[in-house]
């Protein structure tokens, strides 16, 4: 995979979202591991060790994101894709937060679990447009 030559601003960004990235992980294994076993959609799981197992695994990989976001410059494109593709694959964890009306994180109304779900998309932006994975799938587009 080729490199893509980001901006200072960028740069900056991705290393942000890995901050950001890093607070989440060793939150889910440590002071909001309650909260986000509340995010494991219901249809996942009911049984409370594999919730358990879900929010301890989940935690391991938003720490090895952030890890990568903020220091692996050589692949900040492939961990900005994948990344991206991980905000997507725990969308429903936010859905099932709604639908089922489960109050975690503050968010105790549906209007704020709602406003909630419209900020999913923009993680996924910031991921890809911050590492340069944005350029490069459109350049590969374009190349085809």
Known sequence: MQQVKTSTVQNIFRV????????AGIGHMTFRRIAFQAQVPTWLTTDP??????????????????LLMIYGRNFKVQTGIALGIFF?????GNINQYVNHIDSFGLNTDTKRFIRLLFQPLLVVWALWSSGGWKYLRERKNAQ
Do not use: N, Q
């Open 16 to 23: 942000l979202l890995g901050a950001a990235m890093l607070y």
């Open 88 to 92: 997507i694959l725990i969308f429903p």
């Open 49 to 66: 060790a594999f919730i358990d197992f879900v929010v301890l695994a989940s935690g391991v990989v938003e720490i090895a994101f952030a």
